[in-house]
Nanobody, 122 residues
Framework: EVQLVESGGALVQAGGSLRLSCAAS????????IGWFRQAPGKEREGVSC???????YYADSVKNRFTISRDNAKNTVYLQMNSLKPEDTAVYYC????????????????WGQGTHVTVSS
């Protein structure tokens, strides 16, 4: 059974930092891209960042230069370091195991975590 478990969400003040983790099991981790998505109350889910199986990295414009994604294949874990957090970063953050193409487009699968809550106070 494939499982993705996010952790690291918390309440933080604007300007602060958090590191989210996505731990995967039940799949050949090295074969998958991992994407981070978020959904704010009343809004649609949006892509935040992804890292391909080969380590190529992509960010949404809204988080560039503030968030850093990385992966540790030995631990089957992907991290999202979030710095200079803003109230508009408040959302539930989800990770997904999927694929990327050579244009950096991410294709999600049914493999989602349960989400972790990030709240940024002003």
């Amino acid at each position: 059974e494939v499982q993705l478990v996010e952790s690291g969400g918390a309440l933080v003040q604007a300007g602060g930092s958090l590191r989210l983790s996505c731990a995967a099991s039940g799949l050949t981790f090295d074969d998958y891209a991992i994407g981070w998505f978020r959904q704010a109350p009343g809004k649609e889910r949006e892509g935040v960042s992804c890292i391909s199986a080969d380590g190529d990295i992509y960010y949404a414009d809204s988080v560039k230069n503030r968030f850093t994604i990385s992966r540790d294949n030995a631990k089957n874990t992907v991290y999202l370091q979030m710095n200079s957090l803003k109230p508009e970063d408040t959302a539930v953050y989800y990770c997904n195991a999927g694929y990327t193409d050579n244009r950096g487009r991410y294709y999600d699968t049914d493999y989602w975590g349960q989400g972790t809550h990030v709240t940024v106070s002003s």
